[in-house]
Structure formats: C-alpha cells, structure tokens
C-alpha cells in the first residue's frame, strides 16, 4: 500500500464533511415492516423517518459502515495530529543548535507525544506525558493514572 498523500487525506476529509450527519446505526428492514427484504439498513437514528443510508445483506459490512460515520472523522483527526508532531520533531530539532544529548531528547519528547495523551499534574499544573497504559510521572514527582 502506498503512503496515504496530503491530497488524498484532504480528499478523504471533504467526503466525510459531505457525508449526512452521525451517528449511524444498524437495523434489521424484517423488524420494522413485515413486508420488508430480509436487509440490514444503515441509518441515521435521530432524524424522524430516519435516511437510509445503506441496505446491505451481511451484520459485518452493515456496521463496519455504521462506524465509519465516527471512525474516519477520528482516524483524519489522528493521522494529522501524528503528521503535526512528526513535522515538529523534524523541523524543531533539525533547525535549532543543540548537542547531540538535547537532540535525541528532543526528537524521543516528539515521538513520544505521537503515541501519548498529554494530562495536567495534579500538583504543579504542568502538562505531562501519559503512556499508553495511562501512567505518568511529573518532574515533581507526582505519579498520575490516566483513564
């Protein structure tokens, strides 16, 4: 596969800014009408005589495009945060003057932020880094568990 290009992204993004609003849920056509195809359909549950938004034959495709109406926004929201710290990690660190000690500490800060939440010490109001696993421990010394 090959790497996913700004245009494509902003292409993906504009589809779904176009897409009818969310959240998107699964019914079965059969439980609603008797007269019904044996259907699922994707549809937006909170407008009156709910859209359809899709007929398909099988549970797994129904709600894999369901999900989609959230998921893409989210994965978009995602790809361009990493981009952004990416970005800064290379930009950052390749223009400023550092030794090389300052430089791995300043592209494995960036990198880090690619794959942690960032949370407020509860004691000094510092941002700090959450691991994946929700743990964080403050210069201070607080420790923090992020749920």
């Known amino acids: ?83 952004g710290a990416v970005w800064y990690a290379i930009h950052h660190v390749s223009n400023e003057i550092y030794t090389e000690e300052e430089r791995v500490k300043d592209v494995q800060e960036a990198l880090l932020r690619c794959v942690c939440d960032t949370v407020k010490c509860p004691e000094c109001r510092v941002d700090i880094l959450v691991n994946p696993n929700g743990h964080g421990r403050c210069e201070c010394g607080s420790h923090v568990k992020f749920i």
């Not at 589809?15 to 699922?40: F, H, M, Q």
């Not at 007929?55 to 999900?67: N, P, Q, S, V």
């Open 1 to 83: 596969m090959n790497r996913l290009t700004d245009r494509e992204l902003a292409e993906i993004k504009r589809r779904a800014e176009r897409a009818c609003s969310g959240p998107w849920s699964v019914y079965k056509a059969d439980d609603i009408c008797e007269n019904c195809e044996d259907t699922l359909e994707v549809v937006q549950p909170e407008v009156f005589l709910s859209p359809i938004v899709a007929k398909l034959k099988t549970e797994a495709d129904a709600e894999f495009i369901a999900h989609a109406r959230e998921d893409i926004p989210r994965l978009i929201a995602e790809v361009e945060r990493l981009r």
